[in-house]
């Protein structure tokens, strides 16, 4: 975690210098979840010397989502304690905001094996999903490598918070949007290419999907995936889920 620490007018005394320290400290270990570089926490404290006042003024920056709180009082530690504890509250609000959309992508998937549990397979359907799945299994492993490296730079970037998506979840979406637009028709020239650019429409749109629900936004662009119709998923299956998982080795090498 980056700190940043300013005293502004007056030299603090060295026991004021230790609670700021060992309150970052507590901070830090609250915010674990997300990447140490990527956290920044800011702490001003200004002393009114007319009031006989101290001002202080936190701010913790996280990936797409910045904290701030700012006491006021007589007692310099009092004020500095009651300032950190303002910020941990808001971390504890936005990580349980975190792992609710965790769990709504959990129940979505779940949904999604109750859908093709309940679907009956026609011999067509069959067919159709075989003739998908031997045309993309070539190019699923390569697939699952280009997706861990998109949300890795995109992690990186500050575009997602760390942990907010899994190589899984976008592939899941490459599989149905893929799948979908083979059932319209042409025959697809090059398999590869084409599933590596679904792969980058899919990962922008679970970023902005990401994004509006961070911000408490109801509306929802038509085109950002939810949980796609039952007609769909049912021709697919577990084969989605289970079909393309990277071996042993492969897995071992992600971060």
Do not use: C
């Given at each position: 975690m980056k700190r940043n620490i300013e005293f502004k007018g007056f030299e603090p005394q060295q026991s004021v210098r230790k609670l700021i320290d060992r309150l970052i400290s507590k901070l830090q270990k609250n915010a674990s979840m997300f990447s140490p570089e990527l956290v920044h926490v800011r702490v001003m404290v200004e002393q009114n010397s007319v009031k006989s006042l101290y001002t202080i003024s936190t701010t913790l920056h996280l990936p797409r989502k910045t904290l701030a709180a700012k006491e006021e009082q007589h007692d310099m530690q009092a004020a500095i304690k009651a300032a950190f504890a303002e910020i941990d509250r808001q971390l504890e609000k936005y990580k349980a905001s975190l792992r609710g959309e965790h769990s709504k992508r959990h129940k979505r998937r779940?949904?999604?094996r109750e859908l093709n549990a309940e679907a009956a397979s026609s011999a067509a359907a069959e067919s159709k999903r075989d003739a998908f799945f031997s045309m993309v299994n070539p190019h699923l492993k390569r697939l699952h490598h280009f997706v861990r490296h998109l949300i890795a730079y995109a992690e990186a970037m500050g575009d997602l918070v760390e942990g907010d998506l899994t190589p899984q979840d976008v592939v899941d979406g490459v599989l149905v949007r893929a799948y979908r637009e083979s059932l319209k028709g042409p025959r697809i020239p090059d398999i590869k290419n084409w599933l590596l650019q679904h792969a980058l429409e899919q990962l922008q749109a679970e970023a902005r999907r990401l994004e509006i629900e961070r911000a408490g936004t109801v509306h929802m662009e038509e085109d950002v995936p939810e949980i796609?119709?039952?007609?769909?998923?049912?021709?697919?299956?577990?084969e989605i889920l289970d079909f393309y998982q990277p071996d042993e080795h492969e897995r071992g090498t992600q971060h």
């Amino acid at each position: 975690m980056k700190r940043n620490i300013e005293f502004k007018g007056f030299e603090p005394q060295q026991s004021v210098r230790k609670l700021i320290d060992r309150l970052i400290s507590k901070l830090q270990k609250n915010a674990s979840m997300f990447s140490p570089e990527l956290v920044h926490v800011r702490v001003m404290v200004e002393q009114n010397s007319v009031k006989s006042l101290y001002t202080i003024s936190t701010t913790l920056h996280l990936p797409r989502k910045t904290l701030a709180a700012k006491e006021e009082q007589h007692d310099m530690q009092a004020a500095i304690k009651a300032a950190f504890a303002e910020i941990d509250r808001q971390l504890e609000k936005y990580k349980a905001s975190l792992r609710g959309e965790h769990s709504k992508r959990h129940k979505r998937r779940e949904q999604v094996r109750e859908l093709n549990a309940e679907a009956a397979s026609s011999a067509a359907a069959e067919s159709k999903r075989d003739a998908f799945f031997s045309m993309v299994n070539p190019h699923l492993k390569r697939l699952h490598h280009f997706v861990r490296h998109l949300i890795a730079y995109a992690e990186a970037m500050g575009d997602l918070v760390e942990g907010d998506l899994t190589p899984q979840d976008v592939v899941d979406g490459v599989l149905v949007r893929a799948y979908r637009e083979s059932l319209k028709g042409p025959r697809i020239p090059d398999i590869k290419n084409w599933l590596l650019q679904h792969a980058l429409e899919q990962l922008q749109a679970e970023a902005r999907r990401l994004e509006i629900e961070r911000a408490g936004t109801v509306h929802m662009e038509e085109d950002v995936p939810e949980i796609p119709p039952v007609r769909e998923v049912s021709t697919l299956g577990d084969e989605i889920l289970d079909f393309y998982q990277p071996d042993e080795h492969e897995r071992g090498t992600q971060h």
